[in-house]
């Protein structure tokens, strides 16, 4: 009797064994495919101007920005932003925002710039100060492709520096905080690049002190 049963108890533990496998494997695909967003793909990020009526890109400073044009690119040719475009390379952060991305980028103005204590600008600037200008900098990059129409009030963002990214909307404006500061209002939205998405912004949002 136990050797006849042998075989059987073996064909079943060897059904079970593959059952588990083909379950965990449907479990992986599904938890892979789950973590994609559709709206990050560079099909998306390739359509986000026609999509919106605006294929000959939105119009900076009197200059399309064309969604042919990584964020970087699209940036340096708009003068009000030369401040930032500065900054970047400075902190040496040019090739990050080239790279694939998708980032949405809130980039203040020169205006913005100027809005900050006396001296403070000079002192992000300064060599020695590159991680504290990084982290600036990078507290207004959000992983990730969001629009306008995906900003909603009361929402908050993680930022690429770690740190949260307050959104407010009122009366059909957006703006961008700390939590704490003065908000930041976004002034052109929905600049579409290869990379992601710029919204310009008439401030400079400061991480707040740990």
């Not at 479990?27 to 099909?43: C, F, G, L, R």
């Not at 605006?54 to 699209?74: H, L, Q, R, S």
């Amino acid at each position: 009797m136990k050797k006849s049963f042998a075989p059987l108890f073996a064909a079943f533990a060897t059904t079970v064994m593959l059952a588990s496998c083909n379950t965990e494997t449907t479990k992986t695909e599904t938890e892979t495919t789950s973590t994609v967003n559709p709206a990050d793909s560079i099909a998306a990020v390739a359509g986000d101007s026609a999509r919106m009526a605006k294929p000959e890109g939105v119009m900076v400073d009197g200059v399309a920005m064309t969604a042919d044009k990584d964020i970087v690119d699209n940036a340096m040719g708009a003068k009000s932003v030369s401040t930032l475009v500065a900054a970047v390379k400075q902190a040496g952060l040019v090739e990050t925002l080239k790279g694939a991305g998708p980032f949405t980028v809130f980039a203040p103005t020169n205006a913005a710039f100027d809005k900050l204590p006396k001296g403070a600008v000079a002192g992000l600037m300064d060599p020695a100060s590159k991680e504290n200008l990084k982290g600036v900098l990078t507290y207004h990059v959000i992983p990730g492709r969001l629009v306008a129409a995906d900003l909603k009030d009361g929402q908050e963002l993680t930022t690429v520096n770690g740190e949260k990214l307050h959104i407010s909307v009122k009366d059909g404006k957006v703006m961008v905080s700390n939590g704490k500061d003065a908000p930041a209002t976004v002034q052109i939205a929905d600049v579409i690049s290869s990379n992601g998405v710029t919204h310009v912004i008439d401030g400079v949002v400061l991480p707040l002190a740990k």
